[in-house]
């Protein structure tokens, strides 16, 4: 003996219209195969129970023949196997109790185009320079990006005619029930008629070509702060494809690449250079011009007893902080320049030099020898 149908709603007998379609709705989504906790079997036997009472509780005729002569009265309505989706029929039904299920459950992708929703968001390279760093930059640059067709006011028409879509009302989507071996499966998809957009039109837009949208290139002007790090990314918020009926439009990202630079190497807001230096002014002591990357000749001094490879320090001309008035430094590494070819003159110097500091060499080489034999 079937359960009675009131009973499998949880309503009374004397429930109105309404009362039956809320219960129906939220049995439905409780019970549903795809969402249900419970095993298939389960859940699938509860889901044609429930929609089995609904079918015949919500249409008034049936309702009254169940009243009468209960589960008889409505029993050749679904055969051997009892309730048969393919017998639902009020499509209208059908998406008013799932519109806002499915849009709920599977978010923005199942989300028909015939309804509000954000743009695309866009991204952008924007290769700058460690002077850009330096400096900070506003730079323009041109987005190609989609936005609505003006001839047509986006709905895809010509002149901006259109009809509702009679294949999903306007709804942008279908629900079709198909029978699979594990039951009756609803699933949702976009109107193969309007392609999601709800709307019809007898003749497309020749500007956009029925799309409703057009790509066009923006100009945009970017502020670049300065300090910016290679890798980081810029919002500009509503510069990315134009919103879909009405819905905001998409953000655009700006990816900021910094090339490197021949002379300087940046190292987080310190940078990195190198100068060339005499043996004697390494002995000596002395003073180097170095150039900083903002074109600065700076005196440098040179310690004297200096090795090579020290790194000197030229303290607050490094990359600016971000958010921030300071700056780092900039590192200077000293080498010396060995001359390849030398005047009769110097060679006469250097081998006085040699011999002057000779005591050192020449114990180091006897060290040598005696080790060798
Ligand atoms: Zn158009
Ligand atoms: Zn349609």
Redesign the pocket.
Known sequence: MPRDYYEILGVEKTADADTIKKAYRSLAKKYHPDVSTDPKEVAEAKFKEISEAYEVLSDPEKRKLYDQYGHEGVSQQFGQDGFQWSDFTRADDISDIFGDFFGGMFGGGRRSRSSPNQGESLVYDLEVTLKDVLNGKSENIDVPRSVQCSACNGTGGKGGKVNT????G???Q?QSVQRTPFGNMMSVRD?P??R???K?FAEKCPDCRGSGRITKEAHISLNIPKGIEDGMRLRVTGEGNAGYNGGPSGDLFVNIHVRDDKVFQRDGSNLWTGITTSYPKLVLGGEEIVSTLEGEKVSLRIPAGTAVGTVLRISGKGLPRLNSTTRGDLLVRVSVDVPKKVSEEQKELLMKLDAAAGTKTSKKKSAFNKFKT
């Open positions: 879509c009679r294949t999903c306007g709804q942008g279908v109107c008629d309007c999601g957009r709800g019809t």
